[in-house]
């Protein structure tokens, strides 16, 4: 595949520093520019390794990509390959980094009719992140949900209800707003996309971290029980969500390499 290999153990092998413009200025569409233009087009397309790899040559060469990247996408994939999930719901899809890798790892598990749902707010991540599935191959594996994710949550949970069948989700990547993931992850235990067996990845927790977060999945039912009921009845907007209180966590804290060469981490729960 001549440049297409991804270096992961040399620093030439990170991307480009994040600055404080880190996304939406344009470099999305030039990365699809520069995927669907490579010289080595015909070897990327339904390949997704070589789709990553090109993503990683654009962070590297040209501009920095808030990705999960290849140090700690590589964990998350052993853990699909250890757990074969037949479901994952992701919350942030960005350009499809995520859906792509972990989509492979899915198909790679053999397990039957995997579904990984990518939710993306932004219309313009969410274009990108469609065509790059498509080439990658994975367009049978990966759906691209456009919208705010607590209403695309509602959604899914309602066409499960109407179809007779669970709402629960094998696994939930949670990689969107950090200020985001606590409310969302209650309104996903309250719909029943997380109930017991499920597994919640968390990203970013040591950098920039989410203590509040981290306080919750690691507090008991008596603790969340304490801070819940004087809330019952009088939350009505849909906006805030209190969660289930009787589900409890078991929770590791994971160290991973950020694309860019620092040290990251990810909740697992």
Not at 131 to 147: H, K, P, R, Y
Not at 215 to 233: C, L, Q, S
Not at 260 to 268: E, F, I, R, V, W
Request: hydrophobic fraction near 40%.
């Amino acid at each position: 595949m001549g440049g297409l290999a991804i270096n992961t153990t040399t620093p030439q092998g990170f991307y480009k520093p994040e600055e404080k413009v880190f996304c939406n200025d344009g470099r999305e569409n030039q990365l699809l520019r520069f995927v669907t233009t490579h010289p080595q087009l015909s070897a990327i397309r339904n390949s997704p390794e070589a789709v990553l790899a090109s993503i990683d040559e654009f962070a590297r060469t040209k501009d920095f990509l808030m990705n999960v990247g290849p140090h700690k996408g590589s964990i998350i994939s052993d853990l699909i390959a250890t757990e074969r999930p037949s479901s994952i719901l992701e919350i942030g899809g960005y350009i499809g980094y995520s859906a792509i890798m972990f989509g492979r790892a899915m198909r790679n598990t053999g397990v039957s009719a995997p579904r990984y749902v990518s939710l993306e707010m932004n219309p313009t991540f969410a274009s990108v992140s469609r065509a790059l599935i498509e080439l990658a191959g994975l367009s049978d594996v990966v759906e691209v949900q456009e919208g705010p994710s607590r209403a695309s949550m509602k959604r899914l949970a309602a066409g499960s209800s109407n179809q007779g069948s669970s709402a629960k989700w094998s696994m939930l990547f949670l990689d969107h707003s950090k200020i985001s993931y606590l409310n969302d992850l209650k309104l996903a235990e309250e719909l029943g996309i997380v109930a017991p067996g499920s597994i919640v990845i968390a990203d970013d927790m040591k950098r920039p971290g989410n203590p509040m977060y981290s306080e919750y999945v690691r507090a008991d039912t008596a603790t969340k029980e304490a801070a819940y009921m004087p809330f019952v009845g009088c939350l009505s907007d849909g906006n805030i969500s209190l969660g289930n209180p009787d589900l409890i966590y078991q929770t590791k804290l994971v160290e991973g390499l950020e694309p860019t060469g620092h040290m990251g981490t990810s909740l697992l729960t």
